[in-house]
């Protein structure tokens, strides 16, 4: 007699392409290293500056990032918009720097399509866009151009408005109904299918129940047939089931990571990436092994 593991088959295998980039997610977990370049990120490491966020993705490669994610504005509950030419200010030089001598797809956060085209002229491939499911026609072209990889985050309203759209008739399948617009909007502006990844939105207009209920659901996310993100780094949610402040929050990132592994993410962003790159190493080594096994 022998047991089926049930969620084997739920992190389905996809070749990601950015730019001159393929990657291979589903057997392996991917991790997106954060570098966040901006004064007022709630994580506390936008504070550094440029030649130490240099030094920062260099680690994270090092450490075992994919990807590493640069951002210019921060996209915490309540943040402000920044003009985008002080967006660009704080990302571009990082960008052309990294674009040199990294073998590793660079990816920006931002939904501005000034930023994102100067982003992927320094040297940038992935536009990870909080703003997914509301993107702008002539951003879904320029990243269709450009053949540069996609993130689609689900969020409803700014982040300075988001904490007050929190209302869902059924939070997963309004989450699913509202990518699949995304996507189609991609496809339909240039991007190929093969260029898209999809994150649900851990923190962005969502309560710290709706965060919990998500990441316990993820496997719903495969009906759309594309490469699932997941952030939970350090965020809001672990904090109050906690009780901790951000920089206490790691084996409470660990821990909901590892679950969203198991229930079908394909990649994690992180600002944890040591920890994170081996937490994820030994769920994907338990969930790779025999489909199978005795029963005692």
């Known amino acids: 007699m022998t047991v089926k593991k049930p969620h084997f088959d739920l992190r389905k295998r996809y070749d990601f392409k950015a730019g001159d980039f393929s990657l291979s997610l589903g057997r392996e977990t991917a991790i997106m290293g954060i570098v966040n370049a901006t004064p007022d990120s709630f994580s506390g490491d936008g504070t550094l500056k440029n030649h130490s966020t240099y030094r920062l993705a260099l680690r994270h490669i090092q450490n075992g990032a994919h990807i590493i994610d640069i951002g210019g504005e921060s996209s915490r509950p309540g943040a402000r918009k920044v003009p985008v030419e002080e967006e660009i200010r704080r990302i571009v030089p990082l960008i052309k720097k990294l674009a040199k001598i990294v073998k590793v797809p660079i990816s920006v956060d931002t939904y501005k399509g000034q930023t994102a085209q100067s982003a992927l002229d320094a040297g940038a491939s992935i536009i990870n866009n909080i703003q997914g499911t509301k993107a702008q026609k002539s951003l879904l072209k320029m990243v269709g151009r450009y053949g540069a990889g996609i993130v689609l985050m689900h969020m409803r309203g700014t982040p ?59 496997q719903e996310l495969k009906i759309l047939r594309k490469p699932i993100l997941i952030g939970t780094s350090r965020k809001s949610f672990i904090g109050k089931i906690l009780n901790t402040d951000v920089p206490d929050r790691l084996i409470g990132t660990i821990t909901s990571s590892v679950i969203a592994i198991n229930n079908g993410a394909h990649l994690l962003r992180v600002h944890d990436v040591t920890e994170l790159a081996q937490a994820a190493r030994v769920t994907d080594d338990i969930i790779n092994r025999n489909i199978t096994k005795p029963s005692r």
Request: net charge negative; with cysteine; charged share 30%.
């Open 160 to 218: 300075k408005t988001m904490q007050e759209k929190t209302h869902y008739k059924n939070l997963m399948a309004d989450i699913i109904r509202e990518l699949k617009i995304a996507m189609e909007n991609c496809l339909e502006n240039g991007i190929k299918s093969d260029n898209i990844i999809c994150d649900p939105g851990i923190g962005f207009a969502k309560t710290a129940e709706q965060n919990l209920e998500i990441i316990d659901r993820l």
